[in-house]
Nanobody, 128 residues
Framework: QVHLVESGGGSVQAGGSLRLSCAASGYIGSRNCIGWFRQAPGKEREGVAGIDRDSRTTYADSVKGRFTISQDNAKNTVYLQMNSLKPEDTAMYYC??????????????????????WGQGTQVTVSS
C-alpha cells in the first residue's frame, strides 16, 4: 500500500521561502511521477509541479522561476522548494503519485486526474 506524507508547510511573509517534503512508502510503480498540487478555499485543485523517475520536471506558469521540484530516490522523498512566495500561493499543498505516467515532460503531469495516490496535505500561508 502506498502512503504519501507531506511536511514543511507553515506561515511566512511575502518574499519568504519554504521547502515542502513528500515522503513516500510502498511500491508506486517503475515509471511513476510525483506531483505537487494546491487548493485554496473556494478554488479548484491545481497542479504546481511534477517530476518523473528520470527527473524531468514541469511547472505551472504561475510558479516558474520561483519553485523547484526535486527528488532524493534513496530517501523516497520529493521536495518542493518555494522561493519568493506571494500571498496568492496560500493554499493546502498536496503531493500525489501516478504509477505509470512515464514522463513529466508535458503539462499532463499537472492534471490531478491521472494520480492514484494522495497525501493529506500541508498548509502554506503567505502574508503580505
Amino acid at each position: 500500500q502506498v502512503h504519501l506524507v507531506e511536511s514543511g508547510g507553515g506561515s511566512v511573509q511575502a518574499g519568504g521561502s519554504l521547502r515542502l517534503s513528500c515522503a513516500a512508502s510502498g511500491y508506486i510503480g517503475s515509471r511513476n511521477c510525483i506531483g505537487w498540487f494546491r487548493q485554496a478555499p473556494g478554488k479548484e485543485r491545481e497542479g504546481v509541479a511534477g517530476i518523473d523517475r528520470d527527473s524531468r520536471t514541469t511547472y505551472a506558469d504561475s510558479v516558474k522561476g520561483r519553485f523547484t521540484i526535486s527528488q532524493d530516490n534513496a530517501k523516497n522523498t520529493v521536495y518542493l522548494q518555494m522561493n519568493s512566495l506571494k500571498p496568492e500561493d496560500t493554499a493546502m499543498y498536496y503531493c500525489a503519485a501516478w504509477s505509470y505516467c512515464g514522463s513529466c515532460s508535458g503539462d499532463y503531469c499537472l492534471t490531478p486526474g491521472g494520480y492514484h495516490y494522495w497525501g493529506q496535505g500541508t498548509q502554506v500561508t503567505v502574508s503580505s
